[in-house]
């Protein structure tokens, strides 16, 4: 890597991970190695020019901002002989700004943008973000809010099938169960998915979902794209509990996708019935495609060896394995095969600025009809 990249990579990065609104110790553990260990002036005038400066009114989270600014300034204090004095009057902004009362506050939401970042470019040029994601997301994930959170498993679908575009290029229709934020839809879309449905089964993550899709220009409600069916996603309430099967088989799709949606034992059945409905082999549409990354040799696929019907790839974090096994056993009961395809399929890293996400720890299943 030449020396100019070397040292613009780490700011990059900060940048990103700033804009993508990571926790603020990633913040500063990023701020740290762009400074060769510590927050020098150099890296502070970054994080005040660079990523405040021109990106506070965009994302409008003065909250995260003031509590950047904070971490920052104890940070240099304690490390540095110099705080540049831009920092303490930006914090002093922040602290009597109206903006502290915004109303992107009071809902409890906040704009993140996930930028993708192609990992076959070691040098620092506008080539190198592939994608950018921008998505409303939910302050609490513990308080009702599960849909409207970005976790793990959606990041790691993501890098999936960036890694493996060809897979989902041109197919025909495409649906997530329990998309929640829809960041899964934006990437589908990216590769050249001939139609992308979007599901969820809780009214307020729809209405978010919608949202977020607008702001990605890939939906638009109550409109002439409506009206044409030009919208590139489609966002749909479905319910596993109260999906009839003639709702689900007007829906069947080629690929049927899922992020972090095995987690409520009470819910699995009714997963397992979605799936089984969805996934049954009556047109057998799939066909072996080539799903070799970009410049890459290819492999056969699907990883489990099936070639028709189509095929379900859920990523999960197993948090519990009493309600993983307990879908495992669903799902042999309903003759669907399950194979861990994790090592197999590893998925390149688009997100090597994201150190809160902990891609170790989700697991990605190839899920096929065997009746
Ligand atoms: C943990 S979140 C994952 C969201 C998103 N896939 C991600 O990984 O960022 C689980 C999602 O499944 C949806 N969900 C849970 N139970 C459901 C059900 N019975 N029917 C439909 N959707 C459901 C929730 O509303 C939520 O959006």
Do not use: L
């Given at each position: 890597m030449a020396s100019e990249d070397a040292e613009q990579l780490p700011l990059l990065h900060l940048k990103l991970a700033f804009l993508a609104l990571e926790p603020p110790a990633c913040i500063l553990a990023l701020a740290r190695k762009a400074g060769g260990g510590s927050v020098t002036p150099h890296i502070q005038n970054f994080i005040l020019e660079s990523c405040i400066g021109t990106n506070v009114g965009q994302i409008q989270d003065y909250t995260y901002v003031k509590i950047i600014l904070k971490k920052v300034i104890a940070e240099a204090e304690l490390s540095s002989d110099i705080v540049i004095d831009g920092l303490y009057e930006e914090f002093a902004r922040c602290m009597s700004s109206k903006a502290n009362n915004s109303s992107l506050n009071m809902s409890g939401k906040i704009c993140k943008e996930i930028s993708f970042l192609?990992?076959?470019?070691?040098?620092?040029?506008?080539?190198?973000?592939?994608l950018v994601a921008r998505l409303s997301c939910s302050t609490n994930m513990l308080e009702g809010d599960t849909g409207c959170s970005l976790w793990p498993s959606s990041l790691f679908l993501s890098e999936f099938i960036l890694s493996f575009p060809k897979l989902f290029s041109k197919k025909r229709c495409f649906e997530q169960l329990g998309s929640g934020v829809g960041l899964v839809g934006v990437c589908l879309n990216y590769v050249g998915a001939s139609k992308v449905i979007l599901t969820d089964g809780d009214a307020s993550t729809l209405i978010n979902m919608k949202a977020n899709m607008e702001m990605n220009n890939l939906y638009a409600e109550d409109s002439e794209l409506v009206k044409e069916s030009k919208n590139k996603v489609e966002c749909k309430y479905l319910s596993w509990e109260e999906a009839s099967e003639s709702d689900l088989w007007d829906c069947r799709t080629d690929l049927v996708l899922g992020a972090d949606i095995i987690y409520n034992p009470s819910c699995v059945p009714h997963l397992v019935r979605v799936l089984s409905t969805l996934l049954?082999?009556?047109?057998?549409?799939c066909e072996t495609v080539n799903v070799g990354r970009d410049e890459e040799p290819v492999n056969e696929v699907p990883w489990n060896g099936a070639t028709r019907g189509p095929l379900a790839y859920m990523a999960t974090v197993i948090r519990n394995a009493d309600t993983f096994n307990c879908f495992a056993k669903a799902a042999a009961d309903a003759k669907l095969s399950v194979v861990n395809i994790t090592g197999a399929a590893a998925p390149s890293s688009f997100l090597p600025y994201m150190l809160s996400y902990e891609r170790s720890s989700v697991q990605l299943l190839e899920i096929t009809s065997l009746s």
């Open positions: 192609s990992p076959t470019y070691n040098n620092v040029s506008s080539n190198q973000v592939s049954g082999r009556e047109d057998g549409r």
